[in-house]
C-alpha cells in the first residue's frame, strides 16, 4: 500500500478518556437470553388492580369515540408492541384498573377504561429451551449463557472499536489516501461481484433491473452485504464512485489498525484485512473492559 | 402464545384458533431470513400472536394446497380465517404491524 502512517496518539489513552459506561451488563445480557429462549413461551397473569401499567402488559380496555376502532365494548392490547395506538398505549403507561383516559386522535376525543391488566410471565428457564434453537454446538443453559455472553460483548466491542477510530484519526498524521490504493480496494470488493453475476456481460438495462432501485441496499445490507454494494449503481463506473469514500475510510482504518495491533495486514491486498486487524482490536478491547 | 413447525397434516388444526402469521419459507432464500426477523420482532413484542413457521422442505405440497407462489409469503390467520397475505421479504416491521392492526382492530 502506498498510503502511509506518520503518527498516532495513544489508543489506550483514548479509549479510557471515550469511556464503556455503556457496556452490556448482566442483567441486559439475562435478558436478551430470557427473551430468545422464551419466544412462544410467554404467558399473561393477571395482576392486582393497584399495580400501574407497564409497557408489555395486557390490558383490556372499554373504547369510546366516533372513530370505528376505538368504539369498542371491548379491545384486547399489549401496551408498547406498537399494534394497536401509540397514543393510547403511551397514555396506558401508569394507570390502573377502573382508570378511566381520555386522549385526542385524528382530531376527535377518544376516552377509554382498563377493564383487566395482566403481566407478562416468563417460564424458568431449561435446556430444553436452548435446543430447540438449534444453535450449532450448544445443548444446554449454561453453554447458551456463555455463548451469548461472547456475543453481546463482541457486539459492542466492535462498535466501541469503530468509535475508537473515529477519534483517533483526526489526530492520526497520514498521508491522503492514494488514488492506486483507493483502485485496488474497490477492485478487490468488485471482483467476486463481477464473477458472481456476470457484471462484464450485462447490459446496461439489465443492471438496471436487477440493482437499480437503491432502497433495497438496507435490505441486503442485513443479509448480504456485498451484494447490497451494488444496489443503488448503474454500471461498473458508478460502483466504483459509490466506493470511493469508504475505500478511503477502509484505508485509513487499516493504517490505525495495522499500528495498534501490530499487523501489516494489506487492504489493497487483502479484502478481509480490516476485519482480521478490527478482531485482533476487539479483543483487546475485551481484555481493558472485562479483564482476564 | 406459541411457535409451531406444520406440514399439511396439522396445518388447519394449528391455526384454527387465536392470531396465527403462517411463515412460508425455504432455507436457501435469502429475503426469508429478513422476514424471519422481523417477524421474530412482532411475535416477541405480541405474546398473543402465534407464529407458524412453514419449511416447504419439508412439505411441498404445502405451496399448492395453501396457494404459496413464492417465498417468503405470509398468511395471517384469525381463528382459522384467512384475513390477508404478504409476498416477498422486503417489508418493515411496521408494514406487517399495520397489516395486523387492520385485521384486529380495524381501520
Known sequence: M???LYDLPDWQQMLQEIGWADAPTE???EKEIVQELTRG???FTEQPAHIPIEKSCRVTLRMESVLPKFNKEKVVV???AGLYDATVETAL?????GQKAEVTIKGENVSFTVLKAEKKQYPVLTDAFVQDLQVEGISSLAAYRRYMEQKIRAEYAARLGGVLLEK??????TDIPAQEDIQSVIELEYEPLRVRFKLDEMTPKEWKEGFGKVELRKFYAQIYPDVALLFGTADKESFFESRREAAKKTILDCLLLGAIVGSDADPTQDSKAE???MQILESRILKMIYGG | MAIAYPTTKDYDETVKEGFWIADFYTTACGPCKLIDMVVGQIVTDNPDINWAKCNLENDWDMMERYQVEGTPTLIFYLDGQEKGRMVGGFHTVEEIQGEISKILYGE
Open chain 1, 27 to 29: 442483567e441486559q445480557i
Open chain 1, 78 to 80: 399489549t401496551v408498547g
Open chain 1, 93 to 97: 403507561c401508569g394507570m390502573v384498573v
Open chain 1, 168 to 173: 483517533l484519526l483526526p489526530y492520526a498524521k
Open chain 1, 2 to 4: 502506498k498510503t502511509k
Open chain 1, 41 to 43: 413461551r410467554v404467558t
Open chain 1, 275 to 277: 476485519q482480521k486487524m
